[in-house]
């Protein structure tokens, strides 16, 4: 079974810090993994997956993140956050399902931004 | 031009009533999920159609019967509504079949208040 576990429920940060949420995942097979966003009261929308390739992925809104397949983690990072930048991120890996694959989330991590 | 919306965004009804939700996507997607968000944030896929079939039911109780009457549309109808449905009900798609690896769209949730 894959599972993903984000070990944080909550990150407070300053305004132009640098900041990673962290993501841990468990697979047995071939993984994909994604990070996703929400901002307040909206859906979620995807900033960035990891399919194969480079093990560092850019996404949307100046993050990123590295694929560690001995440490089985997916963490998120930002050189510099802005109070934009709050928001709930999840993390998700794609499992097989009836042939078919859908993804499984974290539970979230609130990145807090405050000036 | 919202790429996928739903229909209501509030819902608030008494214990035992039958709803509906629905939702529409303009993307010219194949694939359509329904999920369920907890009051903890905790996001779980419900189900998943490909053109209109039924791919996947996550083990969802019979109360919740979703319907494509087309490829643009999925619809979740709940019947004898109880306490532990009231969470956000998102509707999402994506291109291909194989959701778990493209990225999904999501709407903006549909808030499900149970009294």
């Known amino acids: 079974a894959q599972s993903v576990t984000q070990l944080d429920s909550q990150v407070p940060v300053f305004e132009e810090a640098p900041v990673e949420l962290r993501c841990n995942y468990s697979s047995s097979v071939s993984v994909y993994l994604f990070w996703y966003v929400q901002y307040p009261n909206q859906g979620l929308q995807l900033l960035l997956k990891?399919?194969?390739?480079?093990?560092l992925v850019k996404g949307i809104n100046g993050f990123e993140a590295e694929f560690n397949k001995s440490q089985t983690s997916f963490h998120l990072r930002k050189p510099s956050v802005h109070i934009s930048d709050t928001a709930e991120y999840f993390c998700a890996v794609s499992r097989m399902n009836s042939g078919y694959s859908t993804l499984t989330f974290g539970k979230g991590t609130m990145l807090l931004v405050s000036p | 031009d919202t790429a996928v919306s739903q229909t209501p965004k509030y819902l608030v009804t008494q214990m035992g009533n039958d709803k509906s939700i629905k939702c529409e996507q303009n993307l010219g997607h194949d694939t359509m999920y329904w999920y369920k968000q907890d009051s903890k944030k905790f996001l779980k896929i419900m189900f998943s159609y490909n053109n209109k079939e039924l791919i996947i039911n996550e083990t969802v109780p019979n109360r919740f019967s979703p319907k494509s009457p087309d490829k643009a549309h999925l619809n979740l109808h709940i019947n004898s509504l109880e306490l532990g449905d009231s969470a956000v009900y998102f509707c999402?798609?994506?291109?291909?079949?194989?959701?778990?690896?493209?990225?999904?769209?999501f709407g903006p949730g549909t808030r499900l208040t149970v009294l």
């Open positions: 990891y399919l194969s390739g480079s093990t």
């Open positions: 999402a798609s994506s291109q291909e079949g194989a959701g778990g690896l493209d990225t999904q769209y």
